[in-house]
């Protein structure tokens, strides 16, 4: 990854547009716009345990006395415990909502994903243009033990460990909520923030609750490149998934789009779409593509946009990619 690609993939908003049985939606990435400010620390507010309110007011909660599923503990001297398995999450950053299709949830990807062994995976540099590539842009790279230590002190630092805290909620609308996932010490913390990124007109807010917003816009912004928390920069490569979400709507050639660009066509190589898999939502359809299948499927997917017209039986489709993470089997 070139420094520019880097300065880019630290400081742009990620956005991917996709191509909705309504039309075009763009995904906000509301937490990719960086507050550059004190890192604050997070201190008590009006929320209590078990008050998650994600895409409301912005809470965070802890699962007291829940066990970090799958692998086992390790630790450094003074050091956070945290599970250590390839498959065992420790850390992830996702953006919902806003304005967009609700159906987007099914197949947007995390900013952000750590695991036990030390795999960081993120959402890369995405070009500007359109129609944008079908797959998201996911980069990975592993990391040593010593800086997932640095990861995990930098979000306790950031508040992301505390349970009480109320972030509050700026009044603006139609915009993401960022969800903080940190499994460790043997528990499990979400903090959901309604609108992060969106605070420098936020009067409602106190100076505690931005204080603790720039503190996380901070975090999220290290953590698009992990540079700060290395003594070298991390070799990124594209994520290599063995399965793949495949989200899928019949549809009329000609009613895809109303700009100039025309969505390119594609067979699609496995069995008929509109039995395939399992309803999702109103038309919309489901299957996990891997092994034989997904070898079949992976020669055409560097072909594939977000509005590309897949031929399955005579008929046409949308089709919509999830690359599944290693903590995830669908």
Request: charged content about 15%; hydrophobic content about 35%.
């Amino acid at each position: 990854m070139t420094e520019h690609s880097r300065s880019n993939h630290r400081r742009s908003l990620t956005v991917r547009s996709l191509a909705t049985i309504a039309g075009l939606v763009l995904v906000s990435a509301a937490s990719l716009t960086f507050i550059v400010g004190g890192c604050g620390t997070a201190g008590a507010g009006g929320a209590g345990p078990g008050s998650i309110s994600p895409g409301g007011t912005g809470t965070s909660v802890t699962s007291p006395g829940s066990t970090v599923p799958g692998g086992s503990s390790t630790t450094t001297a003074g050091g956070i415990a945290h599970a250590a398995g390839k498959a065992d999450l420790l850390m992830q950053i996702t953006v919902a909502g806003g304005f967009a299709a609700p159906e987007v949830s099914f197949y947007s990807v995390p900013q952000f994903s750590l695991y036990g062994d030390g795999r960081a995976i993120v959402v890369g540099p995405t070009d500007a243009i359109y129609p944008p590539a079908a797959l998201p842009n996911l980069q990975t790279t592993v990391v040593s033990e010593d800086v997932v230590q640095r990861i995990l002190q930098a979000a306790k630092r950031a508040g992301l460990f505390d349970p009480a805290f109320d972030y509050g909620r700026p009044g603006i609308t139609d915009v993401g909520t960022t969800t903080f996932v940190v499994n460790a010490e043997g528990q499990s913390f979400q903090t959901h923030v309604y609108a992060l990124g969106f605070e420098s007109d936020a009067g409602e807010l106190t100076s505690e609750q931005q204080q603790a917003r720039a503190a996380l816009s901070e975090l999220t912004s290290r953590l698009a490149d992990l540079t700060s928390f290395t003594t070298k920069p991390p070799t990124w490569g594209t994520y290599d998934f063995s399965a793949i979400a495949v989200y899928s709507s019949i549809t009329q050639p000609g009613a895809t789009d109303s700009t100039d660009v025309q969505p390119n066509r594609l067979d699609w190589p496995l069995a008929d779409l509109s039995t395939l898999g399992t309803e999702v939502q109103g038309g919309l359809r489901r299957v996990v593509v891997s092994g034989t299948d997904l070898t079949a499927l992976r020669p055409l997917l560097s072909q594939a946009t977000s509005i590309t017209l897949w031929r399955s039986a005579g008929k046409y489709y949308h089709v919509f990619l999830r690359p599944l993470l290693p903590d995830q089997n669908n």
